[in-house]
């Protein structure tokens, strides 16, 4: 048998909670995750936008200025005024060798002067590259004045080169509000990535990173690093900004979603003790109610707080409606399981009796075994006198008794009997009832509150009845009705067993009576023949003749010793034949024995019953054989001591064997036992009723004569 797992609520809701709080702290930080990512992202988004702005600023600075250049460098006089151009620093005129010739405008820390040699300079290099097809060149290095970011711009002249630098302080100027305004550091570099100027402080870097967009750390400040090459320029724009900076935003989300997450599992933690102490532990409460419940402990009390919830107060309900149901069903079952024990021992109490008295005893002890039931009485029913009467009662009183014990078959409780229909009356039914079955004051008297009558029936007659009373339970409940009713069937039964047995009884005694008449008249009738027999041989002088009524009278004896057992015996169908066969013995002996010369008889013989019709042939055999020893053994010239020995023995399977030998002359050699031409009737009747009883007939002639009989009796002792 298999069984299903058992869950705990209270765990699968602390395990409900749990994964809630995991997910949410996963979705937490998988947001912080994302919105780190997309920070950074969106930070990058706008320092290439920032590279962009700076690109665009830078050229259209330089844009401007050139053009005011190529207008200066197109106006024929020389002396034209230079201060249109106000944001060079410098602008000075060389020959083709490369060495300035005048000077016309000069920064005050600008190192150059009439006769300075440009020749190696990367200005010359600039200059170099003007044709026909690039009139204006311009270029951005750090210039060798003063080692500064500048914009060198340069055009041919009548003799030989203008040049003009370009300051860059509104540009670096520039530079550094987008810097400050971004919190970042803005770097101009060449392809190489070597920096040529940055908008901050110096820093302690002189070549760029070779990755495009990366994190570095200077001065023990982490920055992310962007870096996009500018064509327009010819150089390379990095931006620098600070880590801390780019996530100060998610700092703030994030110590916010700290503070959230926080929050939330504490909320969770509030739930969690909420839901416990709301709801698991009523539950828990009130399960650990329903485990200790037991059918026979008062109804569990569950705490009015924890009733206040409407499933808790509907499960209580349910619970209480279903334990006091099984309540009721085990008060039922073991009811019934009494009931039947009562019943199993009142069948085998009846079962092992067969006298009335002790039966109706049994039952009513039985009935009185019911749970409520005090006091009672059995009725049996004479229909040939026409009355009812009690035969046995219990806890009932005197008084009660005087008036209740025989009841004619016209008064209303004898009609309720012979109805056979029970009934029940319970509290006030019982002294005002339409049946007339107990009067007001008899009922008060003995304090009934309820009263079965339930009639024993047999063969569809009643027989008697079964009154039992209670003084303390005001119902007889369904069960205990069917028990008396089955109990009644079942006493039903046994009463006319009983009865049968008695009729049973009383016809075999009246049979035995009859027997034993019938065989004393047949011992008598035999006697009076033996009698006439005797008066017939004082008339017969022949002495073969009387020899003959002697050997007759001696049989019919021995027929007439039979009915005389049979009438002194308890059993008429079988007979002690050892006894038997003593007494015969002794009579044969006593007639033929002389005193002069006295035959032993002894008899070893075992006790055998056999029925009359193996008796009969049996004692004629045993006679014939016996009277044939006394009579002719011991025949002159034969002498000695006289000895006939007779054995019987009886075994299991019911075989006899009877032996009777004698030590006399011996039977003569021809003659044969039983054989039809045997000119005796004496050995033709031994061998006839041998074959009657179908017995095997053995006769030995060594040392006198020995029969054996041995045939297959009906009853052994």
């Known amino acids: 048998m298999s069984f299903k797992k058992i869950y705990s609520i209270r765990a ?58 190529t207008v200066y460098a197109g106006m024929a006089d020389r002396g034209a005024p230079a201060d249109l151009l106000t944001s060079f620093s410098d602008l000075y005129f060389c020959d083709s060798s490369f060495v300035l010739t005048r000077v016309v405008k000069r920064e005050r820390s600008s190192p ?54 370009i300051g860059t302080d509104p540009l670096q100027a520039a530079l550094r509000r987008i810097a400050d305004y971004s919190g970042s550091i803005v770097i101009i570099a060449t392809g190489e990535g070597y920096i040529i100027s940055n908008s901050g402080e110096p820093l302690h870097l002189h ?86 419940w037991e059918p026979d402990a008062p109804p569990a009390e569950v705490p009015p707080e924890f009733l206040r919830y409407e499933e808790i107060s509907a499960l209580y309900r349910s619970f209480s409606d279903k334990s006091e149901q099984i309540r009721d069903a085990v008060s039922a079952l073991r009811e019934s399981e009494k009931l039947l024990e009562i019943q199993r021992d009142l069948g085998m109490a009846l079962g092992s009796t067969s006298e009335l008295g002790p039966a109706l005893d049994a039952m009513l002890e039985a009935a009185l075994r019911i749970d409520g039931m005090d006091s009672g009485g059995i009725y049996l029913v004479d229909e040939e006198a026409g009355f009812v009467e009690l035969a046995c009662s219990a806890g009932l009183s005197s008084s009660f008794l005087d008036s209740s014990t025989r009841y004619g078959m016209d008064s209303p409780n004898a009609r309720v009997v012979m109805e056979g229909w029970p009934v029940y009356l319970e509290g006030d039914q019982i002294s005002v009832n339409s049946l007339g079955l107990m009067r007001g004051d008899a009922a008060a008297g003995e304090g009934f509150r309820s009263l079965a009558v339930v009639p024993i029936r047999h063969m569809g007659r009643s027989i008697a009845c079964v009154n039992v009373a209670s003084m303390s339970s005001p ?32 016809s075999l005694r009246e049979k035995e009576i009859l027997l034993k008449e019938i065989h004393h008249r047949v011992k008598n009738n035999f006697q009076i023949i033996i009698s006439l027999l005797n008066l017939q041989s004082m008339n017969i002088q022949s002495e073969e003749l009387q020899q003959r009524f002697n050997d007759s009278r001696n049989s019919i ?22 006894a038997y066969l003593k007494t015969l013995t002794t009579e044969l002996c006593s007639i033929y024995a002389s005193p002069a010369k006295p035959v032993a008889c002894r008899l070893d013989v075992e006790r055998v019953n056999l029925s009359i019709d193996l008796a009969i042939p049996c004692s004629l055999i045993v006679n014939e054989i016996l009277s044939n020893s006394l009579k002719y053994a011991f025949s002159p010239p034969w002498e000695g001591s006289p000895e006939i020995l007779l054995r019987m023995t009886g075994k299991d399977d019911g075989e006899v064997k009877i032996e ?23 050995l033709s009747l031994i061998g006839l009723l041998a074959r009657q009883i179908k017995a095997t007939l053995r006769l030995d002639r060594d040392g006198g004569t020995r029969y054996t009989i041995v045939f297959r009796g009906n009853g052994q002792a």
């Open 475 to 506: 119902r007889i409940s369904q069960g205990k009705r069917d028990a008396l009713e089955s109990m009644a069937s079942i006493l039903g039964n046994v009463i006319a067993r009983i009865r049968h047995q008695e009729r049973v009884t009383a």
């Open 12 to 69: 699968i809701f602390a395990v409900f909670e749990g994964v809630t709080l995991f997910l949410a702290v996963l979705f937490v930080i998988i947001l912080f995750v994302l919105l780190g990512r997309q920070i950074r992202a969106s930070y990058l988004k706008s320092q290439a936008r920032e590279i962009d702005r700076i690109e665009s600023t830078m050229m259209d600075y330089i844009k401007d200025n050139r053009e005011l250049f």
């Open 207 to 292: 070549i760029l990173p070779g990755e495009r967009v990366t994190e570095v750390k200077l001065g023990g400040i982490d920055y992310l690093y962007m870096r996009k090459r500018s064509g327009a320029l010819g150089k390379d724009i990095a931006i620098l900004t600070p880590v801390s900076t780019v996530y100060a935003l998610l700092g703030v989300v994030e110590r916010r979603g700290r503070l959230f997450i926080m929050l939330f599992a504490l909320i969770i933690i509030a739930k969690i003790v909420g839901q416990t102490m709301l709801l698991i532990r009523p539950f828990g409460r009130f399960s650990a109610l329903i485990r200790r």
């Open 557 to 578: 004896r021995a027929m007439a010793l039979i009915h005389e057992k049979l009438y002194q015996s308890d059993d008429f169908a079988r007979i002690d034949f050892s």
């Open 660 to 682: 009777i030998s004698d030590n006399g002359i011996g039977m003569p050699a021809g003659r044969d036992v039983g054989a039809p031409d045997s000119d005796t009737l004496g």
């Open 112 to 165: 150059i002067f009439p006769g300075y040699d440009l020749g190696r300079s990367r200005v010359a290099e600039m200059l170099a590259k003007i044709d026909a097809s690039r009139p204006v060149v311009s270029a951005m290095f750090r210039s060798s004045e003063d080692e500064r970011l500048s914009v060198y711009v340069g055009a041919r002249s009548m003799y030989g080169y203008i040049v003009g630098r």
